[in-house]
């Protein structure tokens, strides 16, 4: 069974979010609100992880795992960002935007897409993720928990644990988030393309 865990939305409290990286840190799988619905996380050094993720959402291993980082500095150790993707992704982070871009050498290869060698990275507008990467001291891998089927995130706490208690570790619960997924955007050949419209605006990418 999930453990389920409250937490302050705004204010989330230091030894929940204690609690919370050392599940992480014993390689667990934790069901996380974000500012674009619910987001299955991990450490990035959980084998298990990603092949859990990928069951449980049913995909296959050449979906793009997303990093969330804490800031700017720490997204740009590891994804390469030129001048105008720095600007582009600036102005519109933190937010609910996932960038796709070239992994650097701090990706773990079995995160990178097989082919192309990039990974989604973004920096969430939501503090109990800042809080809780800040506290890890690394990005953590992630991907939207958008099941088999349906085309929207979850966004209840109590909805994830009641169906997928035996599949993930923990559910956190901070109320009710927004249950519209982040704006996918891949920079990777150098000029923007919108891969899915979601709740960032994409005039300017377009």
């Known amino acids: 069974m999930a453990r389920y865990i409250d937490v302050h939305p705004d204010n989330p409290q230091p030894r929940v979010i204690d609690q919370l990286v050392e599940l992480l840190k014993d390689d667990q799988l934790i069901a996380l609100p974000t500012d674009s619905g619910y987001a299955l996380v991990s450490r990035l050094d959980n084998h298990d992880g ?12 050449k979906h793009h795992f997303t990093l969330l980082c804490k800031d700017f500095s720490q997204l740009g150790t590891f994804v390469h960002v030129d001048n105008s993707v720095f600007r582009a992704v600036k102005g519109v982070t933190p937010g609910p935007y996932t960038f796709i871009l070239e992994a650097t050498k701090e990706v773990p290869r079995r995160l990178m897409h097989p082919k192309k060698k990039t990974v989604g990275v973004r ?10 990467v800040e506290a890890m001291g690394e990005p953590l891998m992630a991907s939207t928990l958008i099941l088999p089927g349906e085309t929207e995130p979850r966004s209840m706490g109590w909805d994830i644990k009641e169906e997928l ?8 619960e901070a109320g009710e988030c927004p249950a519209v997924p982040t704006t996918v955007v891949d920079f990777s050949e150098g000029e923007p393309e919108v891969l899915r419209v979601g709740a960032g ?3 300017r990418f377009e």
């Open 50 to 61: 990603k092949d859990r993720i990928l069951t449980i959402r049913g995909l296959d291993d």
């Open 123 to 132: 920096i969430p507008d939501h503090a109990i993720v800042h809080a809780l």
């Open 165 to 172: 208690d035996h599949l993930v570790d923990a559910v956190v």
């Open 201 to 203: 605006d994409v005039t």
